[in-house]
């Protein structure tokens, strides 16, 4: 029986107060809130499954036995069991000050999956369906500059250049600063956009004037996406594949593709040869 934190027990008590020092000691780390987010809860699910065993007390081959639960009965991908490898060592390192040899365990292999990639006109006919002006400028610039969502709605008005058409990404994936670029077709509309607002204002705002937060873009890009008739599985970070994806076909060399996405090694912006490969599309099959 898996034990919630939810329930109202005494002895569980340390569990509430172990969750609560995990995520304080990893906001002082300056790790996202995202990722305290989504290590916290599996570390939740972690203590949930040994209850009333403190973590404290548990093995690594019981860890291990954890993993193997996680994958053939859960049924997570090698990524959520990479995490959670990830989330157990900051646990046993950082809290318990604790020689715990995680390295004992195999981390799962990823899948090796190639980005689905709009074309350029498909890309066009989903801005095209989008009658909210603001809400397809934020479409267009996650796909003119490669931007995460994110990223997109913690700019400010001070992150953006238009005189160079760059602007400038604070705390990226990883808190890792960046300049990446924008259309010139974007400048004028940018302009107005930032035209009355302070330097350290959001660029994006609700008619509240509250910032956005990545759920709304996700919603109604899906809607936008939905209305254009577009078949294919597409979310917001698509607009960043097809960014790199379409530099690439306009003979931008990688290693400035890489640094425009804020990618740390070319490895992972390699990916994106496989998408568009001009010499596959050149082989003819022999039948």
Known sequence: MIITLKENRQPYLWARSLLDLYRKEMKIRNYSTKTIKTYASL?????NYFYPLHPRNISSSLIRDYLYYLIDNIGLSPVTVDQT??????LYAEIFHKEFHLEDISRPRSNKRIPVVMTKQEVLKIFNSVQNPVHRLMMQLMYASGLRVSELVNLRVQDINPDNLTLF???????KDRITVFSRKLKVQLS???????????????????????????KFFKQSVEKAGIQKTVSCHTLRHCFATHLLEAGTDIRYIQNLLGHASIVTTNIYTKVRNPHLFNIKSPL
Do not use: D, M, W
Not at 43 to 47: L, T
Not at 169 to 175: E, S
Not at 192 to 216: V, W
């Open 43 to 47: 570390v939740k699910s972690f203590i």
């Open 169 to 175: 990404v604070r705390g990226g994936k990883g808190h």
């Open 85 to 90: 490898i990830n989330a157990l060592k900051f």
């Open 192 to 218: 107005r956009q930032i035209a009355l607002k302070q330097p350290k204002e959001y660029l994006f705002t609700t008619q509240r004037g509250t910032k956005y937060t990545t759920r709304a873009v996700q």
